[in-house]
């Protein structure tokens, strides 16, 4: 949830698995909703540019829910980030989970469930 506003359109796509949400403040509004900040992070994997127009990231996340103080499933991903031409400012933030939006769910109910969790950064 931690965003800088000013490298954001106003309009920018936030599109990941289970959300399409357009704009910056009800994206972070949304992250601050879902997720406990004292102990939720994502760390950075990895970083790059994948074509003149865009960035891509690999992170790592954990944590836990607001709802039900629930923990995450560490699990990884990527985020591809689009960059306006004219404006220079991220028109869209692309999630890809390398978990099911299912398995990242039911995980949360029962622990154990599905896919081995992410290793922690070393």
């Given amino acids: 949830g931690k965003l800088t506003p000013s490298l954001y359109d106003k309009n ?3 599109k990941d ?26 760390d950075l994997l990895d970083i790059r540019g994948s074509s003149p127009n865009s960035i891509t990231l690999r992170w790592r996340l954990e944590g836990k829910l607001n709802l039900g103080n629930l923990a995450i499933k560490p699990y990884t991903g990527t985020t591809v980030y689009t960059i306006d031409e004219s404006s220079g400012l991220i028109k869209r933030h692309d999630e890809t989970w390398d978990i099911s939006a299912f398995d ?19």
């Fill in 104 to 122: 990242a769910f039911v995980s949360t109910l029962i622990p154990g469930f599905g896919a081995a969790p992410a290793p922690p950064v070393q």
């Fill in 12 to 14: 920018c796509v936030f």
């Fill in 17 to 42: 698995p289970t959300t399409n949400v357009v704009g910056i403040e009800p994206y972070t509004r949304a992250v601050a909703t879902l997720f406990d900040p004292a102990v939720s992070h994502a």
